[in-house]
């Protein structure tokens, strides 16, 4: 099950799969701080900064999740 999540292939990264909206927001803090980005701010307030370097690590996936049986996704609105 994925719950409000990007579906990652082989080579993605956080970078790639989110908005120009949202790379500009980790541009600007991670100017600002050297390392990290701060949370969005409709995150829980207790969500402490991440490290920009692991948005630009790329992920490895085989596939295997496209031979699960059944895929379920739900899209959190609010």
């Given at each position: ?49 991440h ?24 899209e959190?609105?609010?």
């Amino acid at each position: 099950m994925l719950l409000d999540a990007h579906v990652a292939q082989d080579g993605d990264t956080a970078w790639s799969l989110t908005s120009d909206e949202e790379r500009a927001w980790f541009l600007e803090d991670s100017q600002r701080t050297g390392d990290t980005v701060d949370p969005l701010p409709f995150f829980d307030r207790r969500a402490r900064p991440h490290p920009v370097g692991t948005l630009l690590q790329a992920v490895r996936l085989t596939g295997a999740w496209r031979t699960v049986p059944r895929t379920v996704f739900v899209e959190a609105l609010q």
